[in-house]
Structures are given as C-alpha cells and as structure tokens.
C-alpha cells in the first residue's frame, strides 16, 4: 500500500469517524441533560452533600467506562459478524464457531427478546427525546403550547423521511452538530472542573464502592438513574455495519466519552458550589448569555439522538431477515462503500407510524391530567 493509499484510507477512516458522531452517539450523548439531575430530584432524591454527589459522579464514570470502553469497544465489537453487530449478528457468530451446542435455542431465545426490547427503545427513545426537546417552546410563552405536537410530528416525519438517503449522507449533515455539542458539553463542564478540581477524585471507583457500602438501599436506586447516561450505548454495537469497529471506538475513546465525564464532572462542581442548581444543572452551567444557544444546540443534539437507534432498527432488521426471524422485506444498501449500510422501507414506515401513536397519546395523556 502507497503512501496515499495510507493517506486516503486514514482520510476515510476520519470521516467515518465523524458519521459515527452524528448517527452512534446522540443518545448517549444527551443523556447528559438529565442523569446526573434525575439522582437527587427523581422519585428517590439523595441530599446534596460531597459524599453523596461525589459517589454518584464515580458511578457515572465507571458507568461509562464499563458499559461503553470495556464492554461494547474492548470485548462486544470485536465478536462481529463479518463486520455486522447487534443480537442477531451475534447469535450468527455463535451458531457458525458452535454448532452442536444445546444452548442453541436459549441463545437463539434471548436474541429474540432482546431484539424485541430494541425495537420498542427505537419507538419510545424518538418520541420522548424529540418531545421534550419541542417541548422548550413553552420557555418562550406559554401560548406556544398548542405547536408542541404539531411540530413534534413533523419534525418526527423529516426524520424518517431522509432515512431513504442513507447513513452516510444523515451522518455528514449530524456529525459536525454533534461534534460541536461535544465540544460545548466538555468545555462547559471543564470550565466548572476548573473553578472545583476536587471532584475529580470521583475518579476513584472507592467512591462509588463506599457509597454502595454505606447506604445499599439508597445507591440500589440510584443505580435505577445513572443507567440513564449509558442508554443508547448499545448503539455502538448494533451500528458497527454502518461505519466499522476503528472509526465507532475511535469517535467514542477519543471524544464522547472525555467530554460526557467532563461534563458529569462539570455538574457536580456547580451543585457543590451552589445547591440549588439542582433543579437544571446542565442548563446552568452556561453563563446567561450561552443560555438560548444551549437551548438551541440540545434541540438539534436530542434530534439527532433519534437516529443511533433507527439506523441500529435497519441493521437489525436484515440480520432478522438473514436468519430467517423475520419475512423476506426489502432491503436497501445505500452506500456503495459501506455494505452495512442499510434501509428498510417497511420497517421506516412502521417505526414512524408507531413512534407517531406514541407522540399523540402523550398528548392525550397530558390534555386528561
């Protein structure tokens, strides 16, 4: 191989890596506006002292670093299949190296059931995530309320409608948008790591440990929330086909995750030095005139987190076709480049039907209350 051969591959490579952004990491990536939060406000709220913040944060880190690097990049996403991830491409992988093994049919079981869960995440993630992002409008007026779910809808409908074009190209539009949340997220919460640097201690998983030590009841539940900022992390997994191994572990090791434990880092600082920050800790640790900007920014990045988990419906939909779980249903490839780019247009329309039911029924939950 030349040297621009070399060249022209690390480009590519990059680029990969930059779709991989846009389409992986969105869920994961917004999980940032509300896990940390979600620990002392939700129904199990803990007391905002060090100890407790301090644990909280290590068990977000390690979170991230257990179920992000070493699950899915050190060990998951190197049992593919043929370059495919996912439950089925798994199960496809076990099948050829274990043929004769009587615990065929259980596995063959639990990549049902875990696929099914797949595909219900990838009707409630959309729906929820979009919704609460339109659902900002009431900041600028109340009387805004009633657009909330006309243009959920049709933000809902755009998106599914370019899912016909393929990864690549939503990647190249998504990518440098979430490229600069990142960006945002982590300089946001190392500019509070900074006024604070105590809290990186919570680096240290003892806190954590000791947290679970001391009060088991309490940290039992609040593992029930900071499972919240590794939602969406199986994308890595399921979306390998679309980009590869090199360029997912790459965008994640070198980029998301510094920039999600700055951020959680960022947060505990801010409530340490100012309690009542509790009530939106990541909206506040912009200064006020970065506030609207932020607004914005989240908007678009709780957008885009819908697509890591549509793309990951597609893949896991031909790897069902393939080993004959699901009826022959047309399959799309969209990328000359990149056969692990794929569309399903049955499975676009269904989501999107289904994802619509979910938007409005949310809407009549809400006008009943």
């Known amino acids: 191989m030349t040297a621009t051969d070399d060249a022209s591959h690390a480009s590519r490579q990059w680029k990969l890596a930059l779709g991989a952004t846009g389409v992986v990491f969105g869920d994961i990536g917004t999980s940032s506006l509300y896990a940390f939060r979600e620990s002392f406000i939700g129904h199990q709220p803990l007391p905002l002292d060090r100890f407790l913040v301090l644990g909280v944060l290590s068990m977000l880190v390690w979170a991230l670093l257990v179920v992000g690097t070493v699950k899915y990049v050190f060990i998951t996403m190197r049992a593919d299949n043929r370059g495919e991830g996912g439950s089925f491409a798994l199960l496809a992988l076990i099948q050829r190296v274990a043929r004769s093994s009587p615990a065929l049919p259980l596995v063959g079981i639990a990549a049902l059931i875990a696929?099914?869960?797949?595909?219900?995440?990838?009707?409630?993630?959309?729906?929820?995530?979009?919704?609460?992002?339109?659902?900002?409008?009431?900041?600028?007026?109340?009387?805004?309320?009633?657009?909330?779910?006309?243009?959920?809808?049709?933000?809902?409908?755009?998106?599914?409608?370019?899912?016909?074009?393929?990864?690549?190209?939503?990647?190249?539009?998504?990518?440098?948008?979430?490229?600069?949340?990142?960006?945002?997220?982590?300089?946001?919460?190392?500019?509070?790591?900074?006024?604070?640097?105590?809290?990186?201690?919570?680096?240290?998983?003892?806190?954590?440990?000791?947290?679970?030590?001391?009060?088991?009841?309490?940290?039992?539940?609040?593992?029930?929330?900071?499972?919240?900022?590794?939602?969406?992390?199986?994308?890595?997994?399921?979306?390998?086909?679309?980009?590869?191994?090199?360029?997912?572990?790459?965008?994640?090791?070198?980029?998301?995750?510094?920039?999600?434990?700055?951020?959680?880092?960022?947060?505990?600082?801010?409530?340490?030095?100012?309690?009542?920050?509790?009530?939106?800790?990541?909206?506040?640790?912009?200064?006020?005139?970065?506030?609207?900007?932020?607004?914005?920014?989240?908007?678009?990045?709780?957008?885009?987190?819908?697509?890591?988990?549509?793309?990951?419906?597609?893949?896991?939909?031909?790897q069902a076709v393939q080993l004959g779980y699901l009826p022959r249903l047309r399959i799309a490839h969209t990328s000359d480049s990149e056969r692990g780019q794929v569309y399903s247009p049955t499975v676009n329309a269904m989501l999107f039907a289904t994802l619509a039911a979910v938007v409005m029924v949310q809407d009549l939950g809400a006008a009943t209350a």
């Open 115 to 318: 696929t099914a869960l797949f595909y219900g995440d990838a009707v409630i993630t959309p729906a929820i995530s979009i919704l609460s992002a339109v659902e900002g409008l009431e900041l600028l007026g109340s009387d805004l309320d009633r657009w909330i779910i006309p243009l959920t809808l049709a933000l809902v409908a755009g998106l599914f409608l370019v899912q016909r074009h393929g990864t690549h190209l939503i990647g190249r539009f998504f990518g440098p948008i979430m490229v600069l949340w990142f960006a945002a997220i982590a300089l946001l919460g190392g500019w509070h790591v900074a006024a604070n640097p105590h809290v990186l201690a919570a680096a240290n998983p003892a806190y954590a440990v000791q947290f679970l030590l001391t009060d088991p009841i309490r940290a039992f539940f609040t593992l029930g929330t900071v499972v919240l900022a590794v939602t969406g992390a199986e994308a890595l997994y399921a979306d390998m086909g679309h980009f590869g191994r090199k360029p997912i572990a790459r965008a994640w090791l070198l980029l998301a995750l510094p920039a999600l434990i700055l951020c959680y880092a960022g947060q505990s600082a801010l409530v340490l030095a100012d309690p009542w920050t509790i009530r939106s800790p990541f909206y506040l640790m912009a200064p006020p005139a970065a506030l609207v900007p932020l607004l914005l920014l989240a908007t678009m990045a709780t957008i885009i987190a819908s697509q890591s988990i549509i793309s990951g419906a597609f893949s896991v939909t031909q």
